[in-house]
């Protein structure tokens, strides 16, 4: 990732939105960055890959919780689930 000042957006905003559509650049005021300009199209797959882990962390979340579960029921609530599954799974 390139790094720009951020004093120079205004004499070189072309040529830094062209490059910012190849990849994210980096402004920087005084020797701390301060903003990342990017594409449109490379934030919106930064929110898909966000999402997607999300849902992965949520589900192991589920996973590691239903596993050190102690609730009454719980075995014979999870067998029933993978049953319902199991059904679904053979009417396809």
């Given at each position: 990732?390139q ?12 040529e830094?939105?062209?490059q ?25 797959q ?25 609730m ?21």
């Amino acid at each position: 990732m390139q790094s720009y000042p951020l004093t120079e957006i205004r004499d070189r905003q072309t040529e830094l939105l062209e490059q910012a559509a190849i990849e994210p650049i980096l402004l920087i005021e005084g020797s701390q960055p301060k903003y990342v300009v990017l594409s449109a199209q490379e934030y919106q797959q930064l929110i898909v890959r966000l999402s997607n882990l999300e849902e992965i962390a949520f589900g192991q979340l589920a996973e590691t919780a239903l596993q050190k579960s102690s609730m009454v029921g719980s075995e014979a609530f999870t067998a029933e689930l993978q049953r319902l599954a199991a059904l679904e799974n053979h009417d396809e």
